[in-house]
């Protein structure tokens, strides 16, 4: 995969076989076929509780062992620091409920995220009569986070900071680590989260390198099986309570917060994307981000470029040559028109026509506050174009085409 033989990644995605271009992504990403093999294995051969003495629950642990690993490894972190469930909105929530907090302490959260690092902190305020913080940038179609915005919020009673690592519509990057270290110089208690479900496809994460203290991601939009899985460091979980039965030991992440059973042979198949991506040492990912700011770059050129008959507003990073700030997740409106209209009649005209059918997506993307309160959107919001490494040039320019033609109409 280093250097993007674009026929043999696309090979190892059978769902691309299809005449199909996926522009949704960010929504979730097409499967490994090693993957899916990995999760028909284990239902076949290893389909047993944990606990017993026979070779198939034998079989069950060590897989899934194998598994928790595997996600340890993608983050660069140690495996008691890893919990799964059965999504990033579930695990947020759960770990909103084994934090200690008490009253007059100060939540500061981010109206560029998605609900799902919101409502878990606007719940626990409200009924623990904490202090909620909103972190709202400005900017009419380019907002982002900046630790030098944040510093007002920032006190002494801080206790936590939730921010996304990469917007689910805007694309932008955010700077983690001077986040966090600004975060830590005003107070030294306080505990960052980071989203970075629309980040972790697209760039490696060193969860503790960024300085954050949890991390949430979806294995479903990192090309395997459908599963969350949430990062916390050793020193933050030694400030948690868990939520498990009280007479289960609760000496990893995953016994505080892990309800019940997980989906074994879910987890169990992360070692096959993992395989894949390689950890974040890896210069596979090079080869993604040359590949994706290829992209981007092409269709942020065509929306930017002043040849559309309509004038087209790009939310987020527009410049075409600032690829490295941005994840390949491009989200725009076209002037007096209704984003919903627009991709209904674009998939309905792809799919009735001889070439391929396109799939993206119009919407807020469950970040409200991002798109209705900061963007000041109708609620049709945008319309988002969300690639992977494993779309073409070809693709996006045949997107482009199609696109064009029907807002010139």
Not at 100 to 121: K, M, R
Request: charged share 20%; with cysteine.
């Amino acid at each position: 995969m280093t250097d993007m033989d674009m026929q043999a990644v696309r090979a190892k995605f059978p769902a691309l076989r299809d005449d199909q271009v996926f522009l949704d992504n960010a929504g979730g990403s097409q499967t490994l076929g090693t993957v899916i093999d990995s999760i028909r294995d284990y239902l076949i051969n290893s389909n047993a509780q944990f606990g017993g003495g026979y070779q198939a629950s034998q079989r069950a642990v060590s897989r899934y062992n194998d598994g928790v690993e595997a996600g340890a490894k993608f983050l660069n972190a140690h495996k008691d620091e890893i919990a799964f469930g059965a999504s990033a909105t579930q695990l947020l929530r759960n770990l909103s409920m084994a934090l200690p907090f008490e009253q007059g302490d100060e939540i500061i959260v981010s109206a560029l995220d998605h609900e799902a690092n919101v409502a878990p902190w606007k719940d626990v305020a409200a009924r623990l009569n904490l202090t909620l913080k909103w972190w709202k940038p400005s900017h009419p179609t380019n907002p982002q986070l900046l630790a030098a915005d944040l510093a007002p919020l920032l006190s002494a009673r801080t206790r936590l900071v939730a921010l996304t690592h990469a917007s689910n519509v805007l694309g932008t990057v955010h700077d983690v680590g001077a986040i966090a270290a600004a975060v830590r110089a005003a107070s030294p208690e306080a505990l960052v989260c980071v989203d970075g479900v629309a980040y972790a496809p697209h760039r490696p994460v060193d969860a503790a390198a960024l300085g954050a203290d949890f991390y949430v991601l979806s294995w479903y939009k990192v090309f395997g099986p459908h599963v969350a899985m949430l990062y916390g460091s050793r020193a933050a979980q030694r400030r948690m309570r868990s939520l498990g039965h009280f007479f289960n030991p609760s000496d990893t992440l995953e016994r505080k917060i892990g309800f019940g059973s997980t989906s074994y042979e879910l987890v169990a198949s992360i070692p096959a994307a993992v395989a894949y991506t390689g950890p974040p040492s890896s210069p596979e990912w090079a080869a993604v981000a040359a590949q994706e700011s290829a992209l981007q770059a092409r269709l942020l050129g065509y929306l930017t470029g002043g040849r559309p008959s309509r004038e087209i507003v790009v939310y987020g990073e527009a410049d075409p040559r600032a690829t490295a700030s941005r994840v390949p997740v491009v989200s725009f409106r076209v002037a007096g028109g209704d984003s919903r209209e627009l991709v209904e009649e674009l998939e309905r005209r792809s799919a009735e026509g001889p070439g391929p059918g396109f799939g993206f997506r119009w919407g807020a993307f469950y970040s409200n506050t991002l798109v209705y309160d900061v963007l000041r959107l109708p609620p049709d919001g945008v319309v988002r174009v969300s690639m992977a490494h494993y779309n073409t040039v070809e693709e996006i320019d045949g997107f482009i085409e199609a696109l064009d033609k029907l807002i010139a109409e």
